[in-house]
């Protein structure tokens, strides 16, 4: 069960690049590039990825959206929230208890 007190790692093998802003992240599978499921996170998305370390709870994470990007508190929060959902269902990441 994902609280805002959860915090997310980053999971299994992948490329991460950082262009104009966006990140295009290739998972590695068998040691070849997915390219069946490349990922390609906009400015706030790419944001979000940098903070996901392990230790930063869902809480903090919408903070920093929050205080970084022009949007209200709930909009911090159902945004966050949601595509913090959509990368853990991708497989990318996993709640750092899953983790241990």
Same mark, same amino acid.
């Given at each position: 069960?994902?609280t805002?007190?959860?915090?997310?790692?980053?999971? /299994?093998? =992948?490329?991460?690049?950082? %262009?104009? @802003?966006? $990140?295009?992240?290739?998972?590695?599978?068998?040691?070849?590039?997915?390219?069946?499921?490349?990922?390609?996170?906009?400015?706030? /998305?790419? =944001?979000?990825?940098?903070? %996901?370390? @392990?230790? $930063?709870?869902?809480?903090?994470?919408?903070?920093?959206?929050?205080?970084?990007?022009?949007?209200?508190?709930?909009?911090?929060?159902?945004?966050?929230v949601?595509?913090?959902?959509?990368?853990?269902?991708?497989?990318?990441?996993?709640?750092?208890?899953s983790?241990?």
């Open positions: 069960m994902t805002t007190a959860t915090c997310f790692a980053k999971k /299994g093998e =992948f490329v991460a690049r950082s %262009i104009a @802003g966006d $990140t295009i992240i290739v998972p590695i599978r068998g040691q070849t590039g997915d390219l069946n499921s490349i990922y390609n996170l906009n400015e706030v /998305g790419s =944001f979000i990825w940098n903070l %996901i370390d @392990g230790r $930063t709870t869902l809480s903090h994470l919408v903070q920093a959206v929050y205080r970084e990007f022009e949007v209200t508190p709930e909009a911090a929060q159902e945004d966050t949601e595509f913090v959902g959509a990368l853990e269902s991708a497989g990318i990441i996993e709640s750092s208890a983790a241990a």
